[in-house]
C-alpha cells in the first residue's frame, strides 16, 4: 500500500476513534498499533511495550510532572481568588475592568501554574459569576476567561515549551523567553477587545457592592493589598525559576523540582493548608494529569513512529518540501495545518508528531526555530477555544453551566481572531519572539 493511501486511513481511523469518544493517547496508541502490527505483523507486540516506554525514558520529561505539581499547589491554594480581588481592586470600577483584570489575573496565574485549564478553572470560578452579577453579557464573561485561560501555554514556564524543546532538541530556557513577550502581546490584544466588546454593549463600570459605600473602601482596599502581598511569594518563586533557567544555573528538570517544593511549601505557610486533605487533593491533581500527559506524549511517539515506519511522514514532508513557493505561502500552509491539528488534537500530541517533521523544513526556509515555536503554540491556544475539542470551553461550561455553549463560542471567537492577529503581527515583526531571547542569551 502507497503512503498516501496509509496515511488517508490512519487518519480515518484516528478521528473515527476520537469521535466515538476514545480517550485521545488510547486513540493514538490503538491507531499506531494496528498500523504496525499490519505493516510488520504480530512480533511489532514484541517490541511495543519497550517503544511506548522508551520514548518518555529522558531526563528532561522528568521537569513536566514537576511543573504539574508546582501548578496544582497554585491552583488548589486561594492564589487565584488573591489575584482577582487585587486586580479588581485598581481596575474594577472603569467601564470593563473587571474584565480586564479577569484577563490580567489569568495572565499571572498562567505564569504561576503553566496550564490553561488550571488558570481558566481557578480564575473563573471568581470571576464569571461576579462579572454576570454586574451586568456584563455572558459571552463577553465566559470568552476573556477562555480565552485567557489559553496564555497558560504560552507564558512562561509552559509544558508545552518543555515538550516542544526535547522534541526538537532546542534549548528549554531560551523557549521559555521566547514565550514572555508575545504572551504580554496577546494579553494585551485581549484587553484591547474586552474593551472595545464593553464600550460597543454600553459600558460596564458597576463598581463592585464592597467599593460602592464609602466607608468600606479604606477596609476594601486593605484586605485586597493584603492579598497582594499573599501572591509575591509565589511571583518570587516563579522568577527565580526563569532566572535559573535563563543563567544556566539549572536545568529545567532541576528548576522544576525546586519551583514544585517551594510552592507546595508556600501554599502550606501562606493559606495555612496544614490538613492531609487539601495536601492529597494536590498530589492527586498532580499525578492525574502528569500521567495523562505522558500517556499522551508516549502514544504520540508511538504514532509518530507508525507514520514514519509506513513513510507517510517523509511523503508529507517531502511534499511540503517540494512546493515551489514563497517561504511565506510556505508558513501560511504550515499554520493552517496546525490550526486544524488544534482543533481535533491535544496541543502536546500536537507538538510531539509534527514538531520534528516541521523543523527542518523550517529550518530550510530559513525561520528561526524558536520563533516557530511561539507561532505554533499560538495556533494551538486557537484550539483550545474551538471545536470540537476545545478544552476551555468545556471547562467555562462546566463553571456556569447556565451558560449556552453557543455564547460561550461566539464570545471567545474574537479572542481567536486577536490571536490571528497575533500571528501576523509576529510575521510582520519576528523580533517580539526573537529580540528578548537573543538579547538575555547573549550575555549569558
Request: aromatic share 10%; glycine share 10%.
Amino acid at each position: 500500500m502507497d503512503p498516501v493511501t496509509s496515511g488517508i486511513l490512519v487518519i480515518l481511523a484516528l478521528f473515527v476513534l476520537m469521535a466515538i469518544g476514545t480517550p485521545i493517547a488510547f486513540a493514538l496508541g490503538g491507531v499506531a498499533l494496528g498500523a504496525l502490527v499490519l505493516d510488520r505483523g504480530m512480533s511489532e507486540l514484541t517490541y511495543f511495550g519497550e517503544t511506548f516506554f522508551s520514548s518518555i525514558a529522558s531526563f528532561g520529561f522528568v521537569a513536566i510532572p514537576m511543573f504539574i505539581l508546582m501548578g496544582a499547589a497554585v491552583a488548589s491554594s486561594p492564589t487565584g481568588r488573591d489575584l482577582y480581588r487585587s486586580l479588581d481592586l485598581w481596575l474594577g470600577r472603569m467601564p470593563g475592568g473587571l474584565a480586564i483584570s479577569n484577563i490580567g489575573a489569568c495572565s499571572i496565574f498562567a505564569a504561576l501554574s503553566g496550564s490553561s485549564p488550571a488558570t481558566s478553572a481557578a480564575i473563573g470560578k471568581l470571576g464569571i459569576p461576579e462579572m454576570r452579577k454586574r451586568g456584563y453579557p455572558d459571552g463577553v464573561a465566559a470568552g476573556c476567561i477562555a480565552a485567557g485561560g489559553t496564555l497558560g501555554i504560552l507564558i512562561p514556564p509552559s509544558v508545552t515549551m518543555i515538550v516542544y524543546g526535547i522534541s526538537t532538541e532546542t534549548s528549554i530556557g531560551r523557549l521559555f523567553i521566547a514565550g514572555a513577550l508575545p504572551g504580554l502581546m496577546l494579553a494585551g490584544l485581549f484587553m484591547a477587545w474586552t474593551l472595545l466588546a464593553c464600550k460597543l454593549a454600553g459600558g460596564y463600570g458597576t463598581p463592585s457592592p464592597l467599593a460602592a459605600a464609602a466607608h468600606q473602601v479604606k477596609q476594601n482596599v486593605e484586605g485586597n493589598l493584603k492579598a497582594l502581598v499573599r501572591v509575591v511569594p509565589f511571583l518570587v518563586v516563579v522568577t527565580g525559576i526563569l532566572f535559573a533557567l535563563y543563567g544556566g544555573v539549572a536545568t529545567p528538570s532541576e528548576a522544576a523540582g525546586a519551583g514544585a517544593f517551594l510552592c507546595l511549601a508556600l501554599a502550606i505557610l501562606v493559606y495555612r493548608m496544614w490538613q492531609a486533605k487539601p495536601l492529597t487533593l494536590i498530589m492527586r491533581d498532580a499525578l492525574r494529569e502528569s500521567v495523562m500527559i505522558m500517556l499522551i506524549i508516549a502514544a504520540a511517539e508511538i504514532f509518530a513512529f507508525a507514520l514514519s515506519s509506513l513513510f507517510i511522514t517523509q511523503t508529507v514532508a517531502g511534499a511540503i518540501a517540494d512546493l515551489e513557493v514563497n517561504r511565506w505561502v510556505l508558513m501560511a500552509i504550515i499554520n493552517l495545518f496546525l490550526l486544524v491539528a488544534g482543533f481535533f488534537l491535544p496541543p502536546v500530541a500536537v507538538i510531539v508528531m509534527t514538531a520534528p517533521i516541521l523543523l527542518p523544513i523550517i529550518l530550510a526556509a530559513n525561520f528561526d526555530p524558536y520563533w516557530f515555536a511561539v507561532v505554533l503554540t499560538i495556533n494551538l491556544e486557537i484550539g483550545l477555544i474551538t471545536p470540537p475539542v476545545g478544552l476551555n470551553l468545556f471547562i467555562i461550561k462546566g463553571i456556569a453551566p447556565d451558560i449556552e455553549l453557543r455564547d460561550i463560542l461566539m464570545g471567545s471567537l474574537p479572542y481567536a481572531l486577536c490571536m490571528v492577529l497575533g500571528i501576523v503581527l509576529l510575521c510582520f515583526f519576528p523580533g517580539i519572539a526573537t529580540w528578548l531571547p537573543d538579547l538575555i542569551m547573549s550575555h549569558s
